[in-house]
């Protein structure tokens, strides 16, 4: 390769769904200050584990050479919305955070579910095509 050339390297950061699931940490990590002491490593560890554990599945699965790789990176940030979902609801059923809050959230929660369901039909349709190419 000579000078000239480069190397077109894929940046999740330009990702919109990795861009709303970095909002979505930061609001967790926010709300999750209000919580009780002795939820520190209950519920407020496991609500950041899971929120974090998004946006670094998609960055993670963004970075994969192979389709089903990246697949299933999308299914496991997939899961971790639906788990950082149930932690917002347990909060919310111990009033840790306020009706607002739980609202704002899990609106945030909702679109960035919709977003990697799109992200995973697309990325199905392209397996598709490439299996068909074979």
Known sequence: MNKNQSINIKDFRNLKVWQKAIELSDSIYEISNDFPKFEQYAIKSQIIRSCT???????EGNSQFSLKRELNHI??????VMETRNWLIIASRRKYITQEQFNEIDAKIEEI????????KKLLIYLENESEDE
Not at 53 to 59: D, F
Not at 75 to 80: E, L, M, P
């Open 53 to 59: 554990s998004i946006s670094a599945n998609i960055a």
């Open 75 to 80: 299914n496991i940030a997939i899961g971790s």
């Open 113 to 120: 579910a919709k977003m990697l369901y799109g992200y995973r």
